[in-house]
Nanobody, 124 residues
């Protein structure tokens, strides 16, 4: 069983930056594809980014390309989401997720493990 704990959320003004972290425990971290999703009130949970074990060729949702960067440190069992040029529409609860695999996974149901989420609020 893998446990995921996110941190780093908060309130930021539009145009600002935040870095989210997700620490994993209970599994062999390097075997997992790690993803970030977000969910705004009343909306579906949307794909933000994912990254394979090697960190090569991460995948991004269209709305965050060029602004967000996903990375991982397998020695620290941690995945990061660096967010720049934040917009009010980025406001959501951000979730970290994990799945055993070797490709990109954009659909929430593909992920086996989830964190509790961290709130990101971007003010205009």
């Amino acid at each position: 069983q893998v446990q995921l704990v996110e941190s780093g959320g908060g309130l930021v003004q539009a145009g600002g930056s935040l870095r989210l972290s997700c620490v994993a425990s209970g599994g062999t971290f390097s075997r997992y594809v790690m993803g970030w999703f977000r969910q705004a009130p009343g909306k579906d949970r949307d794909f933000v980014a994912d990254i394979g074990w090697s960190g090569v060729n991460p995948d991004y949702g269209d709305s965050v390309k060029g602004r967000f960067t996903i990375s991982r440190d397998n020695a620290k069992n941690t995945v990061y989401l660096q967010m720049h040029s934040l917009k009010p529409e980025d406001t959501a609860v951000y979730y970290c997720a994990a799945v055993l695999g070797t490709r990109t996974y954009r659909v929430p149901k593909d992920y086996a493990y989830w964190g509790q989420g961290t709130q990101v609020t971007v003010s205009s």
